[in-house]
């Protein structure tokens, strides 16, 4: 059966979703969730939400996606540990160290691998299910064909989003909240920066806001691809819209999709319509919402004529009292009330007529959209809050028998049943019991997710039970019902610390780049040398030609590998029959081929290494600890490991990868034959503060932006000394070669003094101090993330 999960950001939200058809709800508590702004469940409200779900037969996946610091690994697996002990079906995680504590202290609880995870290719997705993921959510940036074929090859179940709001980064690899504003995406606190406006080739708008995915109207060709589960985004949108999506879905998956629901759907929430994103072909323009990161509404009409603070308005759609009206894009809008046509004051007017309404601001020829209907909101409202919702069957046998226990089973309509039994009952003196009576007292379960459909009795006609005593055993039993759909188990005890290892290790200097040129103009300052990354289209020469000048050279492997991957795989063996032993890789489906082949590997940026568990997962030789810890985070996670750590310590941080093309977008263009308008060049994001980002396209049209802000701990190498960390990082993007020379010699002068224990400001380094003065971040090192 095809799984439809519905998101749920509070209990009111949860019911809408159950009731309007979904097979399972995502939610998550007031710990560790990758929602914080959602009301989220406290244990108590955890409690309910999963009696209420699995009473429908609904199942409850907690959110534990956050990356977690050293000091928060027990207190997650405490509550984890208590997901468990009450029935949640699984939990959804994007912390690798916290993948593996779970299958070590909770080897019974079903994880999923959050989209949060990255995975998007075959190796990965099995990669994943190798470390003890049952399921795996894929990101959103893949195509029909590429979901189809790793859901024909892999053991593990799929999930993918078929409905809401897009990340215009691949998920989990973006840090552009993060280095902007403080609020880390991983740590869900994401401030959205994608919705904001920006500038780019000298063109003002919305260049990061997608419009959000609607899957509605190809759910047959989904069925077709194999996967087990189809997510609705949404966990910070109203009770209202989880019905009204949820319903439509549910009626697609059934075969009963109507224009009615894609109508609805539109209405409740869209940004100028919807896209399919990337499940068919890229989209460009078409995929963004460049005029508006909001919500749009639907086209209502124009203002035809404007009265003090009155507007008469030409309706190409019909209007209710009680909708929601804006000018587009103005921050003019009112909810309509004592609407006029003809000079009387009418509820609803129909398309073609012409209504006068209150619309403070509003000029005429303005443009307007519905934002809200209010027969929508209450149709959908109704759905899950009307008395009469709909409730789960039950059947109920009961046995009253003079001499004998009371007897009451209830079973519902998924099999489930039980038992309770009462002390008999007393004989009738003048009124005994009926089935008539035992019936309606037996039927009042309004306040549970329960209705009496059927009842049998083997009543003795001369006994008599007080009607008290009749809800008592009702009450009973339909608590035991529910205690047994809840599926407690008992809550594990887990005793876990991290301990203080004692080991001190030289530092090393570590050279990344793409580029040919500067390789040869700074080799010599480098213990070890990684080149490749993101194929960038700045970028110049290869990996076989350094190798051929004589060039001691290491294979460098990006976060994100689609098209790409077979030819980096040919790449490995050739580099393997060379001689090349080492790779630095951000991808995790590459680091499986990579280590299957015999390369010793070192975990990049893409792996989010954020705890001392997490440098121990996998076979590495050194991990790229995340740029979102402090200093004091990054010694307490260095020595509490036994692995080698690396520190990114100069170079521009990326903030964001993405599939889509802001470059070719922005001119109308950016689909799969875009003419290269990037032109093979940096391209400039400018914010409201005139800060510039650069983006970088890839050769795979693939954008990569990065910080205006160099990141450059020269000056603080001592602190940096101080972690622990074995390896110290270097990038090189787009500095020139005369300029990487500098930089490389004083940080090798750094480096070189500290480990012999000493350390002076010298000329070369003073001058690249001097040099890159006012151009400098310190990134997290000193403020962190909370």
Not at 247 to 263: N, V
Not at 275 to 287: D, H, L, N, V
């Amino acid at each position: 059966m095809l799984e439809l999960l519905a998101p749920a950001g509070d209990m009111e939200s949860l019911k809408a979703a159950v009731l309007n058809g979904a097979d399972a709800v995502y939610l998550g508590g007031k710990e560790f969730s990758a929602r914080q702004s959602a009301a989220n469940f406290d244990r108590v409200e955890l409690i309910e939400a999963v009696r209420f779900c699995h009473a429908y037969n609904v199942k409850v996946y907690v959110t534990i996606n956050t990356l977690l610091k050293n000091t928060e690994l027990k207190g997650a697996l405490d509550y984890a540990s208590f997901l468990y002990s009450i029935g949640v079906d699984a939990v959804i995680v994007q912390d690798l160290g916290f993948l593996h504590l779970l299958r070590r202290y909770l080897p019974n609880f079903e994880v999923h691998a959050s989209t949060q995870m990255t995975a998007h290719n075959l190796d990965s997705v099995e990669m994943l299910y190798d470390l003890g993921v049952k399921r795996v959510v894929l990101s959103r940036e893949l195509s029909l064909d590429e979901i189809k074929y790793i859901s024909k090859n892999t053991r593990a179940e799929l999930e993918m989003f078929v409905h809401g709001a897009l990340c215009i980064s691949f998920s989990g690899q973006c840090l552009m909240s993060s280095i902007i504003g403080g609020r880390s995406g991983n740590r869900g606190r994401c401030a959205q920066p994608c919705r904001l406006e920006y500038s780019l080739n000298n063109k003002r708008a919305y260049h990061l806001s997608p419009k959000d995915l609607s899957t509605l109207e190809f759910i047959d060709k989904i069925k077709e691809l194999g996967v087990y589960s189809l997510k609705i985004e949404g966990r910070m949108k109203r009770p209202e819209y989880v019905a009204t999506v949820v319903s439509a879905y549910r009626a697609a998956i059934d075969g009963k999709l109507e224009k009615s629901h894609i109508k609805d759907v539109t209405q409740i929430f869209n940004r100028g319509g919807f896209t399919s994103a990337f499940m068919f072909k890229r989209q460009g323009s078409e995929m963004m919402s460049y005029k508006k990161p909001r919500n749009w509404g639907t086209y209502l009409g124009r203002v035809t004529n404007v009265r003090g603070d009155f507007a008469r308005v030409k309706l190409d759609a019909p209007l209710n009292d009680g909708d929601g009206v804006e000018v587009f894009d103005r921050g003019v809008g009112v909810v309509v009330a004592n609407m006029k046509k003809d000079g009387k004051v009418v509820k609803s007017a129909s398309q073609g007529q012409e209504v006068e309404f209150y619309l403070k601001g509003a000029k005429r020829g303005d443009i307007l959209y519905k934002t809200s209907d209010a027969e929508l909101i209450d149709r959908a409202k109704e759905s899950f809050s009307r008395k009469d919702v709909e409730r789960v069957p039950i059947d109920a046998y009961i046995k009253v028998k003079k001499n004998e226990d009371i007897v009451l089973r209830i079973r519902d309509i998924y099999g489930d049943e039980v038992e309770v039994k009462s002390e008999p009952p007393e004989v009738a003196i003048n009124k005994p019991i009926t089935l008539e009576k035992l019936k309606d007292s037996l039927s009042k379960t309004k306040d549970t997710p329960y209705l009496l459909t059927n009842l049998t009795a083997d009543l003795d006609e001369d006994v008599i039970i007080p009607v008290s005593r009749i809800n008592s055993i009702r009450r009973e039993g339909i608590e035991k019902l529910l205690d047994k759909k809840q599926n407690k188990r008992e809550e594990i005890k887990i005793h876990f610390n991290l301990e203080k290892k004692i080991k001190k290790d030289k530092m090393n200097l570590i050279l990344i780049t793409g580029r040919q040129d500067i390789v040869e103009g700074v080799y010599d300052y480098f213990d070890e040398v990684y080149f490749g990354g993101d194929n960038l289209r700045i970028n110049n020469g290869d990996i076989e030609s350094l190798i051929n000048k004589g060039i001691n050279v290491n294979l460098w492997i990006p976060e994100i590998v689609l098209e790409e991957e077979k030819k980096i795989k040919e790449e490995i063996l050739s580099l393997k029959d060379n001689g090349v032993k080492s790779a630095l890789c951000g991808n995790l489906g590459m680091y499986k081929y990579l280590i299957e082949k015999g390369f010793d590997v070192k975990l990049d940026k893409g792996f989010n290494i954020f705890n001392s568990v997490s440098t121990e997962v996998l076979n590495n030789a050194g991990s790229l600890i995340s740029y979102e810890l402090n200093l004091k985070e990054i010694k307490d996670l260095v020595e509490c490991t036994n692995a080698d750590t690396m520190l990114f310590i100069y170079g521009r941080i990326k903030m964001m990868v993405s599939r889509q093309c802001f470059i070719g977008s922005s001119k109308d263009e950016g689909r799969e034959e875009c003419g290269l308008v990037c032109q093979n060049k940096i391209h400039y994001l400018k914010d409201r503060m005139n800060e510039e980002f650069l983006i970088v396209p890839d050769r795979y049209c693939r954008n990569h932006i990065y910080n205006s802000k160099i990141l450059c701990m020269l000056e603080d190498i001592r602190e940096i000394y101080k972690t622990g960390a074995k390896y110290l990082v270097v990038h090189f993007l787009d500095e020139k070669v005369d300029e990487a020379r500098k930089i490389s010699r004083a940080f090798r002068e750094a480096v070189d003094m500290l480990n012999n224990n000493e350390f002076i400001q010298t000329e070369n380094i003073k001058e690249v101090l001097d040099m890159l003065k006012g151009k400098i971040t310190k990134g997290h090192y000193y403020r962190g993330v909370l």
